[in-house]
């Protein structure tokens, strides 16, 4: 299996080996690019000329930012989980248990920040077949670090005593995440979800 870098923002963001700084404006500009390729085309279609042309840069401009069309798909997706987490204005140790958990499920959406998102992760799993890496990726870049901010959130209330010990946090995590795919394939909003997945849950959980 291919192995997939990954950038750290401050990577990111600092200079090429030939000491020259990135251009930060051009690096999203090529990013947002890929996010709208992927979402029109997916991965096995998408290609790096593709990309190139959409953000106005050329080939070589792209492969000295990223050498590869995954590690470039592995940028695209921290990108995103990035811009959702940055969005976040309310600081949950501040609200009253039920309402953290609230506004924890309600971080669980992943179109909270891209509409195209269920999209996006819906072309991923069909690569499966063809590109099976596709999907470690996506667990590791999409998923992962937003079930881990909802198990944090239930560590966090079981310190303050709100919440039970002995709760299975990564369970809870995971069907929390499942109500928005459920959402989209029934073709239902997604507005109402927090409140109606903790009005079933809390009383499970709570101390």
Not at 169 to 181: E, H, L, S, V
């Amino acid at each position: 299996m291919a192995r997939a870098r990954e950038a750290t923002p401050e990577q990111a963001d600092g200079p090429r080996p030939g000491g020259r700084p990135r251009d930060a404006a051009l690096d999203e500009a090529i990013i947002l690019a890929t996010r709208d390729r992927l979402v029109r085309d997916g991965y096995s279609r998408m290609t790096i000329g593709d990309i190139a042309s959409d953000a106005g840069v050329s080939r070589p401009t792209l492969y000295r930012r990223w050498s590869t069309k995954l590690e470039l798909v592995v940028d695209a997706l921290d990108y995103g989980f990035r811009k959702q987490r940055d969005m976040y204005a309310v600081d949950l140790s501040r609200l009253e248990p039920r309402e953290a958990l609230v506004e924890a499920v309600r971080r669980l959406d992943p179109a909270y920040f891209n509409p195209d998102a269920m999209v996006l992760m819906g072309n991923f799993a069909g690569e499966a077949i063809r590109t099976p890496e596709l999907l470690e990726v996506l667990r590791r870049h999409a998923v992962e670090p937003r079930t881990a901010l909802m198990e944090n959130v239930l560590a966090e209330l079981q310190e303050r005593g709100a919440v039970r010990e002995g709760i299975d946090r990564r369970t809870i995590a995971a069907m929390c995440f499942g109500g928005y795919f459920s959402a989209f394939y029934r073709g239902e909003s997604r507005a109402d979800i927090p409140e109606a997945v903790v009005a079933v849950l809390w009383p499970a959980i709570a101390r």
